[in-house]
């Protein structure tokens, strides 16, 4: 039983360009989650899908966007890159209105340059 | 944002010593906590979660500690392994709901052969 997947790994980007993230939930999962992890920092709540729709957001600015698909993966957008979007990008997938099992990735590492 | 905070940075234990990780939380609203451990390269994962409603519970080698009178959360390591090294986070939910948790800025732990 496959538990979530992100892809691509790694990642570099210039400043400016526009980068898409994806994520496959675990087995079983409806909901998806998206976190933002600075070198050092405990992860911070970007927002998350569920039923196709974002159901709750974090205070990131509109550059960031997201997508769920009738399959329940995800993907995550970042257009206009800045060099402080570096990070660790991670997502996390659970099950219902209470987020059963909420599982973690093991994210995507992106550097801006 | 709500503050999920540790009081130290970087814990170093000798293998089969007992750890504890402490964790300071400031939204009395918060209901449910989780501690991740994570590894170097490798995205949270899930040790052991506590409702507001129980104040002590325990899973194989951890226990979990919550002080709800002074927003204190701790987390017990029973015979410290060396595959325990690694960074530890507590989280919180923050608002009453379960679709994000706020999480600090992390403890590592470094285990002593």
């Known amino acids: 039983d496959a538990g979530v997947t992100q892809s691509p790994t790694h990642l570099i980007k210039t400043r400016g360009q526009q980068v898409t993230l994806r994520c496959s939930p675990k087995?079983?999962?409806?909901?998806v989650s998206w976190y933002q992890q600075a070198l050092g920092q405990g992860p911070q709540f970007i927002f998350q899908y569920y039923e196709e729709e974002e159901r709750q957001r974090g205070n990131f600015p509109d550059r960031f966007s997201g997508h769920q698909f009738p399959n329940y993966s995800s993907e995550l957008n970042v257009n206009a890159l800045l060099l402080g979007d570096s990070a660790l990008y991670l997502c996390?997938?659970?099950?219902?209105?209470?987020?059963?099992?909420?599982?973690f990735g093991s994210g995507t590492r992106l550097t801006v340059v | 944002g709500e503050s999920v905070g540790l009081h130290l940075p970087t814990l170093s234990v000798q293998e089969g010593d007992n750890s504890i990780i402490n964790c300071a939380y400031s939204?009395?609203?918060?209901?449910?906590f989780i501690w991740y451990k994570q590894e170097s390269g490798k995205g949270p994962q899930f040790i052991i979660d506590i409702r507001s409603n129980m104040d002590k519970r325990q899973g194989q080698r951890v226990t979990v500690l919550l002080n709800k009178t002074v927003k204190h959360l701790s987390l017990q390591i029973a015979a410290t392994q060396p595959g325990d090294s690694a960074v530890y986070f507590c989280?919180?939910?923050?608002?009453?709901?379960?679709?994000?948790?706020?999480f600090g800025s992390g403890t590592k732990l470094n285990v002593k052969p």
């Open positions: 087995s079983g999962h409806d909901t």
């Open positions: 939204n009395s609203a918060s209901d449910y």
């Open positions: 996390a997938s659970s099950f219902g209105a209470d987020n059963y099992g909420y599982t």
């Open positions: 989280a919180e939910n923050g608002d009453y709901n379960f679709n994000k948790f706020y």
